[in-house]
């Protein structure tokens, strides 16, 4: 369990040590971008627009997708390292979680507090609270800037959900945490409030497939230099 802010690195280790550095927890955010100034489609299309510049006549979609991919792993994977290895959920509120952006691309993540320890068993509902509160408002206004379907944002929240829960079970032998968080997020159809749970039925396991394959193509390998996805894509048979 996570005792102080500064052993925060403790938990970036094994498949999580790239996000050494790259995570603080101060109380201000400063130059970064709160979650909830990026869930106004007017801020975040200017650093869409920025990052689409690399691409030239690219259309819109497959940039917001790829630029999706870095926003989630960049919050998604922290938190569930923070969450199931350390113990802790961090301050969940919009305002309080900042993002760093380098030319408009997510690069860092800025936490104005650790948080609490979670109860035993706790862990769900917090990353439920996750991905109502931080994720779906940023979702919407990727949708509404790039006309890209609602599926194909929530298809690359799932597909990092899913691997960060599963490799962090993998550093949690005997513990059914991860299973509860999986059910939670992926298994279940409706939130206990019966709002519909948009990470629902976006992947599916195959045979031989340790992290569900993708039911919708996250578009990315339409951006020139931009590979695949690898064995999630739908398309790779």
């Not at 400063?30 to 920025?50: F, K, N, Q, Y």
């Not at 259309?59 to 989630?72: G, T």
């Not at 962090?168 to 519909?196: K, Q």
Request: hydrophobic residues 40%.
């Amino acid at each position: 369990m996570l005792a102080e802010p500064e052993t925060l690195d403790s938990v970036f280790v094994g498949p999580f040590a790239y996000l050494a550095g790259k995570v603080r927890i101060e109380g201000d955010l400063g130059p970064a971008v709160s979650v909830s100034r990026l869930s106004d489609p007017t801020i975040l299309g200017r650093e869409l627009d920025t990052y689409c510049g690399r691409f030239g006549p690219a259309c819109r979609a497959p940039v917001a997708s790829l630029w999706s991919q870095y926003f989630l792993g960049g919050l998604i994977v922290p938190f569930v390292a923070i969450g199931l290895l350390g113990n802790r959920m961090p301050d969940l509120s919009p305002e309080g979680v900042g993002v760093v952006l380098e030319e408009g691309l997510p690069a860092g993540l800025v936490l104005s507090g650790l948080g609490a320890p979670i109860p035993r068993g706790g862990s769900p509902a917090g990353f439920e609270c996750l991905v109502r509160e931080l994720i779906h408002p940023v979702i919407d206004a990727l949708v509404e800037w790039s006309c890209g379907a609602p599926r194909l944002f929530w298809g690359n929240a799932a597909t990092l959900m899913s691997w960060a829960v599963r490799e962090a079970g993998t550093m949690l032998p005997g513990s059914a945490e991860p299973d509860r968080v999986m059910e939670r997020l992926l298994g279940s159809r409706n939130w206990a409030d019966g709002v519909p749970n948009m990470l629902h039925g976006q992947l599916r396991l195959e045979t031989g497939d340790t992290v569900g394959r993708r039911r919708v193509c996250c578009v990315r390998y339409c951006l020139p230099g931009v590979p695949g996805c690898g064995p999630v894509c739908p398309l790779e048979r």
